[in-house]
């Protein structure tokens, strides 16, 4: 998607293996944010950023930390990925005001 | 709490046919509403947006109507495409805030079958 990249798009992992997915904007955009989306559950807030070193807890935080040391690039650490955190995770950037958010391709990641 | 519900879960039509999404929410203070296009295996793409003044807004055959009122919204889809396949998601967002307190329903996959 136009202005933003997740990277990797795929992952497989063992269970208690730390993971570090990656979010990248070229819009300079102030607003972040980490999703998982799971069937019956529609798109879930783990953690968003609204600025460099800001950040805060969304409503599915728990396991996952993050860090924003550039406006462009917000990270999703899975400390010690759980099969619970099997999720398609995507990342999203929004301009301040009521305006939309602009998702990425989102990242598929499997715990085995 | 604040909550979107959507409605069908899910629904099949036929190439050529209209169909009707809803959404009911209880998200307050208000701010805006908006629906997103999810295609499979891609992130969601913005179709409208709409705040508390506007009742109306159309983006080529999707229509999304809103009733502040009654904290309802539609999205029509006209003559619909074998492309409309996807999953309809809608997102209302309270007022004075700009971060990650939107609250998103759960979707309504809709298949369109030639």
């Known amino acids: 998607d136009a202005g933003i990249t997740q990277s990797p798009r795929h992952k497989v992992t063992e269970t208690g293996t730390p993971v570090t997915l990656r979010c990248h904007q070229t819009?300079?955009?102030?607003?972040m944010y980490w999703y998982r989306q799971d069937p019956g559950h529609g798109l879930r807030l783990i953690h968003y950023?609204?600025?460099?070193?800001?950040?805060d807890k969304g409503e599915v935080s728990d396991g996952y930390s993050v860090s924003r040391s550039k406006t462009e690039d917000f990270l999703l650490t899975l400390e010690s990925a759980t099969s619970s955190q099997t999720s398609v995770y995507f990342c999203?950037?929004?301009?301040?005001?009521?305006?939309?958010?602009?998702f990425g391709s989102g990242t598929r990641l499997t715990v085995v | 709490k604040n909550q979107v519900e959507q409605s069908p879960q899910s629904l099949i039509i036929l190439e050529g046919k209209n169909c009707t999404l809803q959404?009911?929410?209880?998200?307050?203070?208000?701010?805006?509403l908006r629906w997103y296009k999810q295609d499979t295996g891609r992130g969601p793409v913005s179709l409208t947006i709409?705040?508390?003044?506007?009742n109306t807004k159309s983006n080529g055959r999707y229509t999304a109507t809103l009733d502040a009122d009654t904290k309802q919204s539609s999205l029509h889809i006209t003559a619909s495409q074998l492309s409309d396949s996807a999953s309809y998601i809608c997102?209302?967002?309270?007022?004075?805030?700009?971060?990650?307190?939107?609250?998103f329903g759960d979707g309504t996959t809709l298949t369109v079958k030639p």
């Open positions: 997102v209302v967002s309270p007022s004075n805030t700009n971060a990650g307190k939107s609250t």
């Open positions: 959404c009911n929410y209880t998200v307050s203070p208000f701010s805006n």
């Open positions: 819009e300079n955009h102030r607003y």
């Open positions: 950023s609204y600025g460099v070193k800001d950040t």
């Open positions: 709409m705040t508390f003044s506007e």
């Open positions: 999203a950037i929004k301009q301040q005001g009521p305006y939309g958010y602009t």
